[in-house]
C-alpha cells in the first residue's frame, strides 16, 4: 500500500530531506557555547541540594570532631553520676535559655494581650504597632530576664528531673518504677520545677514589668531587680511565686511526662530498635515529641500563665495574695484566663520542641543517651 524506502530514493535526489533515513539533522552551535538546560529551575534546586548535603554532612563532621574532642577531656561520664547531672544542668540551661530569648516577640505580645485585650487586635497588628512605635529592640523587650532567667530554670529543671527520677526510682525499687513509670515522670518533674521556680521568679518579675509598661522604664535585668528591691523589698521579686509555681509545675509535670510517653509510643511504632536509629533520627523523633507534648502544655498552664502577668502588671501594695487574685478574677471572667491561647501553643510548642531537641543533641554531644523511648526499668540501670 506504500511506496517502499527504494521507490522513495529512486523519485527523489539525495539531498532531499525524505531520503535522509535513519539520519537525524544536527543543531548547529556556535563555538564556546555549552548546552542549555530545558527547565533552568531543575538544575538549580539540583545545585542547592547537593550544596545543602555538603554542608550537612561537614556540620556532622565538625559536630564530630568537637564531641569527641569534649568527651576526650571529661572523660566517659557515667550514668545517675555528679558528672552526669553537671552535663544534664549545662544542657538544660542551653535549652531553656537560647530558646526562650529566640522567642521573645512572642511572649511580649502575649504578655500584653493578656494585660490589655483591647490594646491591639491581632498578633500581627501587635507586631507592627511595637515595631513602628519601638523600632526592632522595642519587639524584643524583656530579652534580659528572660535569658537569664530561664537559662537558671533550666538548668535546675533538666537537672533536677534527672536527679529526681533517679532518686524516687531507687526509693521505690526498679520493678515498681517500671510499672508506675508515668507517676515516676511526673513526681520527678514536679519536684525539680519547684526549685527551678524560686531561681526564674525574680527575672519572671523584672520581664513582666518591662514588657507591661509602655514605654519601658525598666532598661536592664539587674537595674530592675535592683529597683523592684528598693520599692518593695525582696518580697517584690516573689510575689509572683505561687501562680508561677500554678502555671509551671502543671506545665512542667505535662512537658515530662508526655514526652517520654509520646517518645516511647513513637519508637515502639517504628520498626526496628530505638538503637538501630542514627543520631539525627533521634533527635527527630525528641522535636516531634517536644512539639506534641509543648501543645499540651501550654492548655493546662495557660489560665496560670495569664494570672502571672495580671499579678506582676496589676496586684496593688499590700495587697493579699488571695484578694489579688479574687479581684483580677472579677475584671477578667473565666473566658478572660484563655486570652492569649492560640500565640502561645505555637509559642509553647515550637519552644519545647527546640528545647528536647537542644537538650539530646548535647547529650549526643556529651556521649549519653537521648531520652526516653525505652523501658524505665533498662533506664534505671
Not at 281 to 308: E, N
Not at 327 to 339: D, H, P, S, V
Request: net charge positive; with cysteine; glycine share 10%.
Amino acid at each position: 500500500m506504500f511506496p517502499s524506502e527504494n521507490i522513495i530514493s529512486s523519485t527523489f535526489s539525495s539531498k532531499h530531506p525524505l531520503n535522509q533515513s535513519g539520519k537525524q539533522p544536527q543543531l548547529s552551535r556556535a563555538p564556546g557555547t555549552t548546552r542549555r538546560e530545558p527547565f533552568p529551575a531543575w538544575s538549580v534546586i539540583d545545585d542547592t541540594k547537593s550544596k545543602a548535603d555538603a554542608f550537612a554532612k561537614e556540620a556532622s563532621r565538625e559536630f564530630n570532631v568537637a564531641s569527641q574532642k569534649a568527651q576526650a577531656k571529661t572523660g566517659k561520664i557515667e550514668p545517675w553520676t555528679p558528672k552526669y547531672y553537671a552535663a544534664c544542668t549545662v544542657g538544660g540551661l542551653l535549652a531553656c535559655g537560647l530558646t526562650h530569648t529566640a522567642v521573645t516577640p512572642l511572649d511580649l505580645i502575649k504578655c500584653r494581650r493578656q494585660v490589655d485585650p483591647q490594646l491591639y487586635k491581632s498578633n500581627l497588628e501587635a507586631f507592627r504597632t511595637i515595631r513602628a512605635a519601638e523600632g526592632l529592640r522595642g519587639v524584643f523587650t524583656g530579652w534580659g530576664p528572660t535569658f537569664f532567667g530561664y537559662s537558671a530554670q533550666g538548668a535546675f529543671k533538666y537537672g533536677g528531673y534527672e536527679f529526681f527520677k533517679k532518686f524516687y526510682s531507687d526509693l521505690v525499687g526498679v520493678e515498681n518504677a517500671n510499672r508506675w513509670k508515668t507517676s515516676l515522670y511526673l513526681t520527678a518533674s514536679a519536684s525539680a520545677e519547684l526549685i527551678a521556680d524560686v531561681a526564674l521568679c525574680p527575672f519572671e518579675a523584672v520581664k513582666v514589668r518591662m514588657q507591661t509598661t509602655i514605654p519601658p522604664d525598666i532598661r536592664s535585668t539587674f537595674t530592675g531587680i535592683s529597683n523592684v528591691v528598693s520599692k518593695e523589698g525582696v518580697a517584690g521579686l516573689y510575689k509572683g511565686l505561687y501562680p508561677l509555681w500554678g502555671r509551671q509545675i502543671p506545665y512542667t509535670m505535662m512537658k515530662f511526662a508526655s514526652f517520654e510517653t509520646i517518645v516511647e509510643m513513637i519508637y515502639n511504632y517504628l520498626p526496628g530498635q530505638k538503637s538501630d536509629y542514627n543520631k539525627g533520627a533521634q533527635t527527630g523523633v525528641a522535636f516531634t515529641g517536644g512539639y506534641l507534648a509543648g501543645i499540651l502544655c501550654a492548655i493546662v498552664s495557660h489560665p496560670a500563665d495569664v494570672m502571672v502577668s495580671k499579678l506582676n502588671a496589676n496586684r496593688q501594695p499590700g495587697e493579699a495574695f488571695g484578694a489579688a487574685m479574687g479581684r483580677i478574677y472579677k475584671e477578667i471572667g473565666f473566658a478572660g484566663l484563655w486570652n492569649g491561647l492560640p500565640v502561645r501553643i505555637v509559642m509553647i510548642g515550637t519552644l519545647t520542641g527546640l528545647q528536647w531537641m537542644i537538650y539530646d543533641s548535647f547529650k549526643i554531644f556529651m556521649g549519653l543517651p537521648t531520652t526516653g523511648g525505652g523501658p524505665a526499668a533498662e533506664q534505671k540501670k
